[in-house]
């Protein structure tokens, strides 16, 4: 069976929000997490698809569902944990609890503020998954990466573009690999793991590459919100 889980624990601080976590702002008259969710919504492949949210903002994410009509989908909302993995494995639980255990479920991970991601990129993550066991949905590095030396005050190395990629998601894999592959890590090791791929790859999984979309963008601060809403008022996404 196939899965997706959005991931919308965080609480809005790089944005510096009192009130109102960054995945419930409105953009374009909704809440991120709603234009997050009607994309997945779309793709007719999922079995269910769950929401990984902070155990205070529960109540006001089934609002939502309601409110716009989601409710009728197959949509659970999941108490997160302190960490995206921990997040991670709270729906991962649920999962199991929900359609029992299996070598063959596949999870579509993806950030609840990104909204512009393609039906095209989760269809990918999907196949991939189901291909290789696991993957990363990255887009090619344009700028010079360099990698500095443990004081952070100097360049250590600087690596070749040509085999540098940024991190996007979803990040997609098989359910129980990544259980497997997290209860083989020390509390230490995944407490500076703040990525699903990381898990796996600290565990020895292999993981393959998803061509992303530069219009896959993460709304982590004020400036990435300002450029979603141009990119909506300009037409270069469709929402």
Not at 17 to 42: A, R, V
């Amino acid at each position: 069976m196939i899965f997706a889980a959005i991931l919308a624990g965080g609480t809005g601080t790089r944005m510096d929000l009192d009130n109102l976590p960054k995945q419930f702002l409105l953009l374009d008259g909704k809440p991120i997490l709603i234009h997050t969710l009607e994309k997945f919504c779309l793709c007719a492949r999922f079995d269910a698809l769950y929401i990984g949210v902070h155990k205070d903002w529960l109540s006001h994410t089934n609002e939502l569902l309601q409110k716009y009509h989601l409710d009728g989908f197959p949509l659970h909302v999941v108490s997160g944990g302190t960490t995206r993995n921990q997040t991670i494995m709270n729906i991962l639980e649920r999962i199991e609890g929900d359609f029992g255990s299996s070598a063959e479920h596949i999870v579509v991970t993806h950030d609840s503020v990104r909204p512009f991601v393609l039906l095209s990129t989760i269809e990918a993550n999907i196949d991939a998954a189901l291909a290789y066991g696991a993957c990363d949905t990255v887009i090619p590095a344009t700028d010079t990466i360099v990698r500095a030396d443990q004081s952070g005050q100097a360049i250590e190395r600087i690596p070749t573009r040509d085999r540098m990629y940024q991190g996007q998601t979803p990040q997609s894999f098989k359910l129980q690999a990544f259980k497997e592959s997290y209860r083989t890590l020390d509390e230490n090791t995944l407490a500076a793991l703040t990525d699903a791929c990381k898990v796996l790859l600290e565990a020895g999984v292999s993981v393959r590459l998803v061509a992303g979309d530069v219009t896959n963008i993460k709304l982590t601060t004020i400036m990435d919100y300002k450029i979603a809403q141009a990119m909506i008022a300009s037409g270069v996404v469709d929402q």
